[in-house]
């Protein structure tokens, strides 16, 4: 099993797997965490969030986003991501941009299961030549 050389990742990771317990998904029973480590230093969960409309259910990545935003923070130092299964459970293309917004090209994704860190990632190389809010500049 991969090990991210950062101390702070163990925590980071460890609220990723306790968010996944809290998912809603009757519908796809694929449960999801996702934990940002926000510049503060405080840890930001969310889990995935169903409904009987199944394309307008919530994915763990943009409540944890949420979370961090209403707390005031607005960058990401790291992301952990914890799904099931065999295959690596990467940010979805939309998660992809919501985190593009708070994020560098060096942020780093940790890809995780129920037992750790899976793959370490960067948003750039998930994301690249991304388009964000630096386009937008005047
Ligand atoms: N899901 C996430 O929460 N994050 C991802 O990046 C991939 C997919 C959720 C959405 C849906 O509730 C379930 O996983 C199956 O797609």
């Given at each position: 099993m991969p090990k991210s050389d950062d101390p702070n990742h163990a925590a980071l990771i460890s609220a990723a797997q306790r968010a996944m317990h809290n998912a809603?998904?009757?519908?796809?029973n694929f449960q999801v965490g996702a934990a940002i480590l926000a510049e503060d230093g405080n840890i930001y969960a969310g889990c995935n969030v169903e409904n009987?409309?199944?394309?307008?259910g919530c994915c763990a990545e943009a409540s944890a986003i949420s979370a961090m935003v209403m707390s005031g923070q607005t960058s990401i130092a790291a992301i952990a991501v914890v799904g099931a299964g065999d295959e690596l459970c990467t940010p979805c293309g939309g998660c992809r941009q919501r985190i593009r917004e708070f994020s560098s090209e060096s942020t780093p994704i940790l890809v995780c299961d129920q037992n750790g860190l899976r793959h370490e990632t960067t948003l750039g190389e998930l994301l690249p030549l991304s388009f964000g809010p630096d386009n937008l500049q005047p």
């Open positions: 809603y998904a009757p519908y796809s009987a409309a199944y394309p307008v």
